[in-house]
């Protein structure tokens, strides 16, 4: 006797059983809704910021509540957080790539398989959280306007205001070097707290740009200086933990300045010229002659060579001298570090260190459609001493 094995009729029950499973099956799961959620408001803010007035508005009424408790936070580490961040940042992401490589290979081991899931999942969270902290720190400042001191930004400088103005730059300079505290070797010598003497430099000049009141970090010298300076570096600001942070073979000469700039990066000055620029008024407005030393020193050569390019050598030989000792002191590394620093047995070749930080800085720079625009403080200048130089 043949039997015949009938299909069990579908009841409604199964129905709807399958077509939960089936949406189920389907469905984002919780991360990657959170994901695309994410990556959604990111990209909307970087939009966004394209509208120079919510920019500013960002700048002027919402990043000091961002970047004031972050620099509260950061600032409780005695080392700089940003330098330790890096090479683990590095090392987070060539895991990843590697275990992408592998997934092809080893996507049946279960353990393999488990651990990639759990690991890139964690990687793109980080990364994507890079992303959103330095949209609010870094790529939003870059869409605001430019400083206009004094509502003189589109005016135009006759070689006669550059005269006064670089005249002016070198007689400070001259005057201040006689009062300096030096060595035997000539060195200026500063015994104060230079942190903490800027930043109440820098708040003394919150009446006149208000984003300089409130709250700053100390300064933080980088353990891998020596990189810093194969680097051509002297200072610098870490977006992703709000911190600034400098050289510490850079000469006591241009220190204050150097910390002035990359403490008034956080406080939303964001383009070089316009850090610069907050950096030398803050300096020269000190009761403090070393940071007036150190803020006049700091755009010597902006004004200097500027003026320089624009007369020939006849006039320029009839202005103001510039001092010896003040030529001795314009430098960012004295002649014994930097023979020192020549000296030191490196792990990477100095020129390979530069061409790695150039690299680094011009895409940077590339991305944000900036420009290394550090000698334009000399226009800001003109404009600051508009009606009173000239």
Known sequence: MEVIEKTKPETELDTVKGSAEHKKKHKLSKYWLIMIIYSVIIVSLNLLAKITSLSDFYDDNIFRYISQPYCRFTGLFPFSVGEVLIPLAILIVLVAVVTLILLPFLRKKDGFKKFANKYLKSTLAFVLTVAFIMTLNCNIL????KLDINGHKDKKYTV???????????EQCNNLSEKMERDENGYVIYDGDVSKDVKTALNNLSDEFPRLNGYYPNAKPV???YFMYQSGIIGVYFPFTMEANYNTYTSTTYTPEVIAHELSHLKGYIYE????FIAYLACINSDNDMLKYSGYLSVLNY?????????DDERYSKQIAIDKKVSFDNYCYDAETQKF???????IKDEVMENISDTITDTY??????????????LLMLQYYDGVLY
């Open 142 to 145: 870059y869409c605001t306007s």
């Open 160 to 170: 006669d205001d550059i005269e006064a103005l670089r005249n002016y730059v070198v």
């Open 223 to 225: 353990m891998g200086s």
């Open 273 to 276: 010229d316009e850090a610069n």
């Open 303 to 311: 004004t200097n060579n500027d003026y320089y390019d624009c007369v």
């Open 341 to 347: 620093l020549k000296e030191k047995k490196s792990v």
């Open 365 to 378: 720079l590339d991305y944000y459609e900036a420009e290394p625009n550090y000698s334009e403080v000399t």
